[in-house]
Structure formats: structure tokens, C-alpha cells
């Protein structure tokens, strides 16, 4: 299952964006290759870039981290809820308030990536649960139709943006 099985209608255009980073990579696949491109990226970082902030109120390297995970867990939740059919319209979320008070500069390299691998490890065992019939479940998240498997493209093409900033505003 790619990209390309999408429907316009499984999401709001938004999120069109990191699903077109996600293209031709297969769902089940793509979560645990871009698991891996990632956690090498995020280990070379230098020490000195973690807690660089390239303007005045902007994320750190290390917050931008601690997003990734936040905004991964939220999205495998309504995953879970689209997939099983839960027909209950989930809330959006407030990112910079889960930024302001995730606690991510404090905290190590070392810890940040292996609540990420964690994170990413009960995504996949998740994604891995879902039948193909289940993940093309469409439920209502933030007030726009999302299907089970566009969520999954998200959560791939949402680290894959957040990489790309590091890349040209941090390093």
C-alpha cells in the first residue's frame, strides 16, 4: 500500500504535504525504513546544534525531537480510533503548547531517541495489527475526513519534514 491508494478524500489537503514525502514507500515498510534514515540522522547531529535555536522563540533541535514523538503518538491514536471504526470526531492539538511543556531541553540525546525508537517500535506493532480493510477506515480528526492509512503517511512524512528543517535552518 503507497500513496498512490489514496484518495483525495482520505485527508485534508494540509496534510498534503508530508504525504508527498512519504510517496512510493510502502506503508508497513516505510515506517520502519524511515525509522532507521531518521535515528542515523538524529545521531549525527553535533552535540553543540541540540539546543541551537536559529531565531529568537523558534523550537530547538531537541524540541523539534520531542515533536516528532508527541505529534507520532497522537497520530497512532487516531490511527487506532479510524481503524476500529470509533465514528467520534478527535480533537486537533496545540503543538507549541506540548512544546512549551515538553521538557526536551533537559533531557539527553540519548533519552529523547530512545523514547523515539520506543514510540516508533508501537507504531509499527500497531500499523502491523491493522488489516488492509481497517486502514482504509475513514473517521474525523480535527475536523476533516482522515483515513487510517493516510495517517500512517503522515507520521512518515511529518519526520521527514521535521528532518529537512534540521537540515537547512540548523546544521
Known sequence: MTTSNLSPEEYNPYYGTYIAKAANL???????SNHAITEAFLNAIPKD???YRYAEGKWTVKDIIQHIIDTERIFAYRALRVARNDKTALPGFEENDYALTGNANAR???????????VRQATIALFNSFSDDMLKHIGTASNSPISARAIGFIIIGHEAYHCNV???RYL
Open 166 to 168: 534540521i537540515k537547512e
Open 26 to 32: 510502502n506503508l508497513k515498510e516505510g515506517l520502519k
Open 49 to 51: 546544534k541540540l539546543e
Open 108 to 118: 539527553t540525546l540519548e533519552s529523547l531517541l530512545a523514547e523515539y525508537k520506543a
